[in-house]
Nanobody, 116 residues
Framework: QVQLVESGGGLVQPGGALRLSCNAS????????IGWYRQTPGKGREFVAQ???????NYPGSVKVRFTISRDNAKNTVYLQMNNMKPEDTAVYYC??????????WGQGTQVTVSS
């Protein structure tokens, strides 16, 4: 079993920055990818960023250059640094871990609001 706990969400002004954290515990060995998705009311979850075991990263065009995913293995924590934020970045952000077995785990989500 894997537990994922997100933190760092909050209110930020347009153009500002925020860093989300995702602390993983439990059976986190042999993971394939760890990443972030976001969701707004009435919409499905949107892919935001992912990092693999070999530290390869991937982003959609909407956040590329502005967002950076990284991880601290010693702390079992993955970070999402969000810069030059826009109102359309407002969403609940979820951390997710996918194992080679096919199992996928999700955190409870953290709210991010970009508004002046």
């Amino acid at each position: 079993q894997v537990q994922l706990v997100e933190s760092g969400g909050g209110l930020v002004q347009p153009g500002g920055a925020l860093r989300l954290s995702c602390n993983a515990s439990g059976s986190i060995f042999s993971f394939n990818t760890i990443g972030w998705y976001r969701q707004t009311p009435g919409k499905g979850r949107e892919f935001v960023a992912q990092i693999t075991q070999s530290d390869s990263t991937n982003y959609p065009g909407s956040v590329k250059v502005r967002f950076t995913i990284s991880r601290d293995n010693a702390k079992n924590t993955v970070y999402l640094q969000m810069n030059n934020m826009k109102p359309e970045d407002t969403a609940v952000y979820y951390c997710t871990l996918a194992k080679y077995s096919g199992a996928v785990y999700w955190g409870q989500g953290t709210q991010v609001t970009v508004s002046s």
